[in-house]
Structures are given as C-alpha cells and as structure tokens.
C-alpha cells in the first residue's frame, strides 16, 4: 500500500529563490548526447488532494512507472519541496505525501510530479486547496456517493461524467464523497440499451468488463473513474474526503459472507474485502496512518475519522461496513452492530467534544429508510418494524440518546447509497424511541450511476420525508439528467444552508437550519 512519506512542517518553509536549491540541472543537448533520454514519467490519472482541516492535507498522485513523487507547494511568496515516496508495482504507482503544521485559512497551490531513479522530472500538474480557518468564516462544501453503478459508465457523448463538473461549479471547500465511490461488481459494456432504444455509449478499459475479484481488477475500477476529465479536475481543485460503502467491494456484503453468485470464482467476502480495500485506499486522499497500514482490510486499518473544518464545522466519517454484522431480519432484541462498540464509542466520545457549531455525520447508509437484501434480511440498519429499537437500530439508538444526555447541538447526518434524493426529519414526537433530540438527515446521490427509489420508510425515529426526487422508472438512466448532489454552505453567522440539486446544478429543494 501507499505511505504517506513525508511531512510539511510550516517552520520550514522558506522563500522562492531557494525552491529547487541543490537540484541537478542536466542541459538537454548534453542529455540527449549522454543517451539519456527516454519517455518521461506522466501523470495519466491527475492529482488530489484530501482529508484537508485546518493546518494538514494529504496529497496523492499515480505515476506512469516507478518513480519518486515530488511536491512542490507554494502559498505566497513561501515555497518548499517535499520529497515522497516511491511509487512502484507494490503501491499501482499510487504515492502520497501528508503535510501537516500548516497555517489555517489559507491557499495552497502544489505543483506535483515524479522523479524516475536518475532524478529526471517528468509531467506536472497543480492541485489547488485551502486549509480552514479558525476564524468564524463561512465555508461550504458538496455530497454524494454512486459512481459508475449499474453499467453507465463514461458516456464521451453526453461529456462524461459531468455531474463532478457541476459539483465543481459551486466552488465548494471540500467534496465529500460518501460511498460507493465505484462499483467492482458492475461491469461496464461498450453500450447499454436504454428504454426507449436509444443507446448509451461507455469509455471501456481493460478489466471493466467482468466483476472484480483480483487486486489488479479493483484498483482498475478506480483508474476508471479517474479517465474522465470532469473528476480529475474536481479532484486537482476540491479537496476529497472520501468514504466506502458495499459497491467497493460487493453488494450489500458484511463481514463473514460467502457469496452466492456465480460471477465470481472467489466466493469469500473477506479475501475480496481485503483486496478491495487495499485498492480504495491505493487511491484515496486520506490522512489516517493507521488506514495505510499492511494487515487484513479490516481493524486496525481504521478509516473513521474526524475531519475538523474551522470553527463552523467539524465532519465525522463513519465507517457503516467494516464492522457490520450480518444482514438478518433485523428483529434481534439484544441487538448486532453496524458500527462495532469501538467506532460507537469513539463517535458519542468525539461528537460530545467538538466545539464546531454544526457537527456533520457522514453516514453512508441512511437511518431510517428500509434497504432490503432479499425477501427476508436487510441490508439497511432499519429494520421495517415501526416499534421499540431491535438488531442494529439499538446502536445507533444508544449514540442518539448519548447526544441528547451530553446535550449536543447541531448534529446533521448526510448521506448517499439509495440512489434518490431526500430531506428527512426525525423528531421524537413521531417516534417509537424517543430518548433524542430532533435532527435532519439529506440524502444525495446518484451521481454516475442507475436511480432508483424511494424506498420505505422505518417509523422507529420518526423519520418524515420532507422532499424526495426519485426515479419515474428502477434504474433510470443518468441521461434523464436524474442525478443529484448536495451542497451545505455555512454563514460566518453559523447559519448552515442545505441544497439538493440535479445534473444540471439546479436546485431541487433548499433548508436553512439556524444553529441552536
């Protein structure tokens, strides 16, 4: 896997005339004389930045072949040269480097490229971020999750995968990108017919075409993504915060599971988790060193984390898959778990202690909407039964009730997964459990992927739908323009407001929530 290589610590960084000092300069005659020329490194999948708070960013860069990643990162007239890791087979050319000490509000502009094993610099290319401020500005930031699902792919016809340059668009702070951020067990074809007839034309690239079992086949779905032009150019100017979902690995998979599907030749959930997550965090921006660490996929590779974005606005990432039980009817009166008693914990531990006016809960399976896998189980943590918590809604009853006894304020969840849009507000007047206070949920999403919904809702919270825009049929082509992101900007009042918009960047449905 990556590391994340070397450190920017503020105290070093120096003035503009000494970026580069003691760098050999080879003339390219005497280059070209001495036989030294060959194909330079390049950069053929862009650059990103992620997991940026208010003095650390990580940043990540693949290469064409072996080669040392380096960065050089200017912010006024500052300027420093970090020298990362090296990018080789073992890391699928993926390399990052973690800054941290950083001074908070301001912009940063890092020129990235690789060094081969003679010092020769190849192509560069520039990501752009801003650290958060301390101060009480504003900051805004974009959601959604669902990339590339259900076999629409990059379509060059309809300018790809644009839905990222509508996200772009808005100038957002940070992207967070709340699961399913590709889908391995969904080939992608040459061409998908549509109802109707008309026929949707895919970008095809080796290994795309069957389920992934291999390392190689999962990180090539993420190579995939980064084809397109509209993604690499969010990545390159909007920080990433990213999560994981099922598609990443398997639909609907937990923990455990032996697949009954005769795509795959490798029926264990958990060798192909491990594959799986290996691969996504290859090609995530995130800053936790105990994620990028060698082990089994799972603890204590930890990929929950806090993510603190100034004053306003502290993120939490939940990690809904890792420590998932299995998918059962739900109707346990002990209880099973969707978050393991460490990650719970440390989510009641962390909220309870943020000082941020709003406190976000990226949380990539919705609360309170039904999630079915199969006649039976389900995949989501409600259950269908409208009554008293039961299975792995006794989890998530125990962090909302720590909140209210804590007196926590400000608490929105945001999510993706059910491939629709939605603003849900759960209020215990309406409820079967009523030990929480009331809170908002918007869900967003697709983004590059099939839509779908709406699915049932769970009265067990008091969830009530106070906007939804769903599909007109199951799987509805990203042609319809059916595609959603959200979009949360907060005031320098600490006024947050919510939007849900389509492919075209239109806004479907808008909240202002003031702060308590």
């Known amino acids: 896997m990556s590391t994340l290589g070397n450190h920017l610590h503020r105290r070093t960084l120096f003035r503009a005339g000494a970026l580069g000092a003691g760098a050999a300069i080879i003339p390219a005659g005497a280059a070209r004389a001495a036989g030294l020329i060959s194909r330079r490194l390049e950069l053929p999948y862009g650059v990103q930045t992620g997991d940026v708070t208010t003095r650390e960013a990580v940043l990540w860069a693949r290469s064409s072949g072996r080669g040392r990643l380096v960065a050089e990162i200017s912010s006024g007239r500052h300027r420093e040269r970090i020298l990362g890791p090296w990018a080789t087979p073992d890391t699928d050319y993926t390399a990052k480097i973690a800054l941290d000490r950083m001074t ?23 990501a752009s971020f801003a650290t958060a401020s301390e101060r009480r500005d504003a900051t805004s930031f974009v959601w959604t999750g669902d990339s590339c699902g259900q076999g629409w792919g990059i379509n060059p016809d309809l300018g790809g995968l644009v839905g990222y340059r509508r996200m772009l668009d808005t100038r957002p702070d940070f992207f967070l990108h ?22 949707w034309r895919n970008v095809v690239a080796e290994g795309v075409g069957k389920v992934a079992e291999s390392l190689d086949e999962y990180r090539g779905r993420h190579r995939y993504t980064r ?31 032996v ?12 060798v192909l988790a491990l594959r799986a997550r290996r691969a996504w965090q290859e090609y995530q921006p995130i800053a936790d060193p105990r994620a990028h660490r060698r082990g089994d996929g799972f603890a204590p590779s930890r990929i929950y984390r806090k993510v603190e974005r100034g004053r306003h606005l502290d993120v939490f990432c939940l990690d809904m898959r ?23 914990d440390w989510l009641i531990r962390e909220v309870r202690r943020s000082r941020a006016t709003w406190k976000v809960i990226a949380n990539d399976l919705p609360l309170g909407l039904v999630v079915p896998d199969g006649p039976v189980n389900q995949e989501s943590l409600s259950n269908r039964d409208p009554g008293a918590p039961l299975g792995k809604e006794l989890e998530i009853a125990g962090v909302l009730s720590a909140f209210k006894k804590a007196g926590v304020r400000n608490v929105v969840w945001m999510t993706a997964d059910v491939h629709y849009c939605a603003a849900h507000h759960y209020d215990p007047s309406r409820a079967a459990f009523t030990d929480f206070d009331p809170f908002w949920e918007f869900v967003a999403g697709p983004i590059a992927a099939g839509t779908f919904g709406p699915n049932e809702l769970d009265a067990t919270f008091g969830p009530r739908v106070v906007f939804s825009k769903t599909a007109a049929t199951a799987n509805e082509s990203p042609r319809t323009g059916n595609q959603f992101f959200g979009h949360a900007a907060v005031g320098d ?24």
């Open 322 to 344: 890792t420590f998932k039980d299995p998918n059962t009817s739900g109707l346990e009166p002990g209880g099973t778990h969707i978050l393991g008693a460490e990650q719970t």
């Open 104 to 126: 908070p509000g301001r912009g940063y502009d890092v020129r990235l490229s690789f060094e081969d094993e003679r010092g020769r610099r190849g192509e560069s290319q520039v």
């Open 259 to 270: 697949l009954v599907d005769d795509r795959y030749t490798e029926k264990r959930v958990d």
């Open 493 to 516: 009042d600490g006024r947050m407001t919510v939007t849900l918009r389509d492919l075209s960047g239109a806004v479907l449905f808008s909240k202002e929530l003031d702060p308590e």
């Open 178 to 199: 709340s699961g399913d951020t590709i889908y391995a067990d969904g080939p992608i074809a040459e061409t998908v017919t549509e109802p109707g007839g008309a026929v």
């Open 227 to 257: 084809l397109d032009a509209n993604f690499r150019d969010l990545a390159a100017d909007v920080p990433i915060i990213a999560q994981w979902d099922d598609h990443e690995t398997h639909n609907n998979w937990y923990p455990g599971q």
